[in-house]
């Protein structure tokens, strides 16, 4: 009985969280601010990054002030280097998109 509670808590929690996931991939795929899969080292498999550009208004700054630039933020999501997705972290990416300062 007890592996009947915890496959309906498991169901559950699957079923409320679905919608926040099909927006994540949403936003994830058919945002226009975001590259995805930029290669960066000689394993074309594994060496691949995302970039989050930062808002019109912040490249725009720059360009007319040349002392003034975009934020620039590396993240590196956990996964021990071995297991994990680049777009698990795009919530975060997105929240710093939209909050953003100069």
Sequence with gaps: LGWIWNLS????FVVLLIPAWIQMVGYYFTNSRIIRDVRYGDKARRNRLDIYLPTDQHIHDAYRDPRRRCPVLVFIPGG??????????ALMGKMLMKFSRN
């Design 80 to 89: 021990a280097w071995i297991i994990g997705y680049k777009a698990w972290s």
């Design 9 to 12: 808590r498991l169901l559950a």
